[in-house]
């Protein structure tokens, strides 16, 4: 399985971006998914999960902005990310652990807000 993310870019503060990492095989919908951010000298912090069943976590420190959703039919998972700050600058990974524990991380896509 490989994850494809795209959707990152430039976006003044304020703004909005939505994410998406499409998965490739057909077991993307028994697949836990998540969103995981990072910036130079720092681990890879979690933003949000969404389990096979729909389940969705938010850490504490962002809730409110950042909404994820999943399409089985589309094997893509979404982040949205609205009212952008300069401290969301940062390269976004989509994650997966498989229905056989194995893990995968996508490659990145650069999100920097900035005016």
């Known amino acids: 399985v490989q994850l494809q993310a795209s959707g990152g870019g430039l976006v003044q503060p304020g703004g909005s971006l939505r994410l998406s990492c499409t998965a490739s095989?057909?077991?993307?919908?028994?697949?836990?998914m998540a969103w995981y951010r990072q910036t130079p000298g720092k681990q890879r912090d979690l933003i949000a999960s969404?389990?096979?069943?729909?389940?969705?976590y938010y850490p504490g420190s962002v809730k409110g902005r950042f909404t994820t959703s999943r399409d089985n039919a589309k094997n893509t998972v979404f982040l949205q990310i609205d009212s952008l700050k300069p401290d969301d600058t940062a390269v976004y990974y989509c994650?997966?652990?498989?229905?056989?524990?194995?893990?995968?991380w996508g490659q990145g896509t650069q999100v920097t807000v900035s005016s």
């Open positions: 994650y997966a652990i498989l229905p056989d524990r194995e893990q995968v």
């Open positions: 095989g057909s077991i993307f919908r028994d697949s836990y």
């Open positions: 969404i389990t096979s069943a729909g389940s969705i």
